[in-house]
């Protein structure tokens, strides 16, 4: 009877623990979730009130949106361009900082830097460094004899200019990711790779990328979900009237423009449902693929 008692104080003590985790899951995803998918269905009324029901409307609106399918298609291309970029100059960072590097705390710090500085201070910088006239990055290209180019301004580049931006702002957290879990392999492993005579990167690809393939894969699924919900540099960085626009509007930019400046939050509802559609597709994809490269001890 003592056993179950305390058994009973440790589940209520667990539940009671996990319970705001879960209770805002429930308030701040879940429910907005339904509530969005019913919005979906719905035309809003004017002044925001007494919305009208419209059937499948605004999903056979968005079917023939030129404009949905070209923000998916950069969302898609700045995800490419940024999550593999970003993982990979993450753990070179990381396997240098685990290293014996002298003064390595300080260059964590610097590196992690970007990640808690405000998106809009951040995006800023960049747009000041990104400047046509006036840029830095300009200045030295003029000290070279080289025309100035308009890095946000021009359809061609600008969005590889904006994903230099997410790059940049995010390989600190994912470093800091990396690193934690190379501080969870036992350096026994190590020893014995270089009693038998291994190399750096034999030790590298054999025993590392296996043992920190748990977190890479964690940190591979977190950053193509914030990739695939860009916004605020594309915001900041691109006007509705910049000659870039159509080829760096994202689709949670095109949902922001729907739901609160064109007051059409049913569409915008829309927009949102096939950006949830293709995270899930994905992230399932991933979830099946994992059983072939990550390696859980």
């Known amino acids: 009877m003592f056993k179950k008692k305390g058994s ?29 998918f019913k919005m979906s269905f719905y035309k809003s009324g004017d002044f925001g009130k007494n919305d009208i029901f419209i059937g499948l409307d605004n999903y056979r609106r968005m079917l023939g949106d ?15 361009l940024v999550v593999p970029a970003t993982i990979a100059l993450a753990m070179l960072l990381a396997v240098l900082l685990n290293s014996k590097l002298k003064g390595k705390h300080v260059y964590r710090t610097i590196f992690f830097l970007p990640m808690v500085a405000a998106p809009a201070a ?21 000290k070279l004899g080289l ?13 590889y200019a904006i994903a230099v ?16 879990g190379l501080q969870e392999i036992p350096n026994d492993y190590y020893e014995a790779a270089r009693i038998d005579g291994a190399s750096p990167a034999k030790q590298f690809f054999q025993i590392t990328l296996p043992l920190v393939s ?29 000659p870039a626009y159509d080829k760096t509007v994202s689709l949670v930019y095109l949902f922001y423009n729907s ?22 597709l994905i992230t399932v ?13």
């Open 8 to 36: 009973l104080n440790e589940a209520l003590w667990g539940w009671g623990m996990v319970a705001p985790t879960i209770i805002g899951l429930i308030v701040l995803n879940i429910i907005p979730i339904f509530q969005t």
């Open 66 to 80: 030129a404009q949905v399918w070209q923000a998916t298609w950069n969302t898609l291309k700045y995800s490419i």
């Open 122 to 142: 951040v995006t800023m910088l960049w747009k000041w460094l990104y400047n046509k006239d006036f840029g830095i990055l300009n200045l030295m290209l003029s």
């Open 147 to 159: 025309g100035p180019i308009a890095w946000v301004e021009d359809p061609q580049i600008a969005l």
């Open 165 to 180: 931006i997410g790059i940049w702002s995010t390989v600190g957290y994912s470093m800091i990711l990396i690193l934690a």
């Open 214 to 242: 748990p977190t890479l894969f964690f940190v591979v699924v977190t950053s193509i979900i914030q990739s695939m919900q860009v916004f605020d540099v594309i915001y900041m960085m691109e006007d509705i009237k910049s």
């Open 259 to 280: 739901s609160f400046k064109y007051s059409d939050k049913g569409y915008g509802s829309t927009i949102v449902m096939l950006l949830l559609v293709i995270i899930l």
């Open 285 to 297: 994809v991933q979830m099946k693929l994992q059983k072939k490269w990550v390696h859980y001890n």
